[in-house]
């Protein structure tokens, strides 16, 4: 079976504070039902849907390549309706839009996939495929090309851990290269030794990141300048300045 592209959607919900995640497969786009983040307890529906967009505004620009995926649509369905089954209520801090995304991405590519980006709240313990297990080992390799999006990306010992708002995660080596042509322009390498970070929300972020990373332009809803680890970035993943040894973020802004 063709490996079909997996990418990542995201909009602000509320400045500063949440942002609601999508995830699209080949042309299909899936996410937890906006209707219920305005009340805990409501019951957890995913809704589908096509185009450019999810039908919730997510990945308004396209979205962004986070891995491959085999899985077949039985498979597929299958997956959300046992997913439903054991998070059947809505939950700000737990069962929402960005655990599905994160749960069912990892589950998609069999945990060989690429997400940077942190948490508002949620509760997800990563052993590399979704699963409520702690830490674990995890290697990534796959390279895809879409919709002027080019991306080539491998790392090994990636692990994450997040109860609430409150996340930790960290990488040995990585080393990325992500051509953008739209939407977004830029090119970018990004090489690093190794990554810890912690971080509260979309409020206020810290990473120790021994990196030469180097790039400019506009990609993943940022607009980011890099050269051998120093510079910054603005945009979905907030205000961050960076150097070769580490660096601080706040304020997620979309």
Same mark, same amino acid.
């Given at each position: 079976?063709?490996?079909?592209?997996?990418?990542?959607?995201?909009?602000?919900?509320?400045?500063?504070? *949440?942002?609601?995640?999508?995830?699209?497969?080949?042309?299909?786009?899936?996410? @937890? *039902?906006?209707?219920?983040?305005?009340?805990?307890?409501?019951?957890? &529906?995913?809704?589908?849907?096509?185009?450019?967009?999810?039908?919730?505004?997510?990945?308004?620009?396209? %979205?962004?390549?986070? %891995?491959?995926?085999?899985?077949?649509? +039985?498979?597929?369905?299958?997956?959300?309706?046992?997913?439903?089954?054991?998070?059947?209520?809505?939950?700000?801090t737990s069962?929402?839009?960005?655990?599905?995304?994160y749960q069912?991405?990892?589950?998609?590519?069999?945990?060989?996939?690429?997400?940077?980006?942190?948490?508002?709240?949620? @509760? &997800?313990?990563?052993?590399?495929?979704?699963?409520?297990?702690?830490?674990?080992? +995890? +290697?990534?390799?796959?390279? *895809?090309?879409?919709?002027?999006?080019?991306?080539?990306?491998?790392? @090994?010992?990636?692990?994450?851990?997040?109860?609430?708002?409150?996340? &930790?995660?960290?990488?040995?080596?990585?080393?990325?290269?992500?051509?953008?042509?739209?939407?977004?322009?830029?090119?970018?390498?990004?090489?690093? /030794?190794?990554?810890?970070?912690?971080? &509260?929300?979309?409020?206020?972020?810290?990473?120790?990141?021994?990196?030469?990373?180097? %790039? /400019?332009?506009?990609?993943?809803?940022?607009?980011?300048a890099h050269?051998?680890?120093?510079?910054?970035?603005?945009?979905?993943?907030?205000?961050? @300045?960076?150097?070769?040894?580490?660096?601080?973020?706040?304020?997620?802004?979309?």
């Amino acid at each position: 079976m063709a490996n079909k592209t997996v990418k990542l959607g995201r909009y602000m919900i509320t400045p500063l504070i *949440a942002q609601h995640w999508a995830i699209k497969v080949d042309d299909t786009w899936y996410e @937890i *039902a906006g209707a219920a983040k305005n009340a805990t307890n409501a019951p957890n &529906v995913v809704n589908r849907s096509h185009g450019d967009a999810a039908k919730s505004g997510a990945g308004k620009l396209g %979205g962004e390549i986070v %891995g491959k995926s085999d899985k077949s649509q +039985r498979l597929i369905d299958q997956w959300i309706e046992e997913w439903l089954e054991k998070n059947p209520c809505y939950e700000f801090t737990s069962e929402n839009c960005q655990k599905f995304a994160y749960q069912f991405m990892a589950w998609l590519t069999n945990g060989n996939f690429h997400c940077p980006h942190r948490f508002d709240s949620a @509760i &997800v313990l990563d052993s590399g495929e979704g699963e409520h297990q702690p830490f674990g080992e +995890r +290697r990534i390799a796959f390279a *895809a090309a879409e919709d002027g999006n080019a991306i080539a990306s491998a790392g @090994i010992l990636q692990a994450q851990h997040s109860l609430g708002p409150v996340q &930790v995660k960290g990488h040995g080596p990585h080393g990325q290269l992500q051509a953008v042509a739209g939407p977004g322009l830029g090119a970018f390498a990004d090489v690093s /030794i190794a990554r810890a970070e912690a971080s &509260v929300g979309n409020f206020v972020g810290a990473h120790i990141d021994l990196n030469c990373n180097t %790039g /400019i332009g506009a990609r993943n809803g940022n607009l980011e300048a890099h050269f051998l680890g120093f510079g910054g970035k603005i945009g979905a993943d907030g205000i961050e @300045i960076n150097t070769s040894l580490g660096g601080v973020n706040a304020c997620s802004m979309m």
